[in-house]
């Protein structure tokens, strides 16, 4: 399974082959996604570099606009989460900041804080909050599986 989520009271699974979603969902949706309560939209960011948002009020993708030029694009390797109504794009770090070896000893990502506002019929605009840079203590060559916000 490559990602499952709750979108308006529904819990939704996406497979290698599909899965129990409306073909709507199913043809942009690729499991790496996350929905912000506080607006009820899904957001996905795909490998050409956009994000998107799924609105289930009107049963239609959004781009969102204002983000395309800050952020990389990536063929895999990055995650969503909602942070406290703040959408986090969480994405494993490339640059090659070496060690002694020529090699990293741990992973690296990266992390933006991306507020996203639903303009009614002018679509959905986002902008970048913060951007960081982390050294989670994990070997190198670990990969992201998955996302979650917890309270302690």
């Known amino acids: 399974m490559h990602g499952c ?6 819990l939704l699974a996406m497979a ?67 942070f406290d109504g703040i959408l986090c794009l969480i994405w494993e770090n490339k640059n090659k900041e070496n060690n002694k070896k020529g090699r990293r000893k741990e992973m690296v990502v990266d992390w933006a804080g991306i507020r996203v506002l639903d303009l009614g019929d002018e679509g959905l605009f986002g902008s970048i909050l913060w951007w960081e840079t982390v050294a989670l203590g994990l070997p190198n060559g670990s990969s992201i599986a998955h996302c979650l916000v917890t309270r302690f």
């Not at 082959?17 to 949706?29: E, N």
């Not at 912000?36 to 959004?62: A, C, Q, S």
């Open 16 to 82: 290698d082959r599909g899965g129990p979603l409306p073909k709507r969902l199913y043809l942009v949706w690729k499991g790496r996604a996350d929905v912000v309560e506080e607006i009820e939209i899904l957001y996905t960011y795909d490998y050409t570099g956009k994000f998107k948002g799924y609105v289930p009020k009107i049963d239609k993708w959004r781009r969102v606009l204002g983000l395309d030029k800050h952020l990389p694009k990536f063929l895999c390797g990055e995650t969503l989460v909602d």
């Open 5 to 10: 989520l709750v979108l308006s009271n529904r």
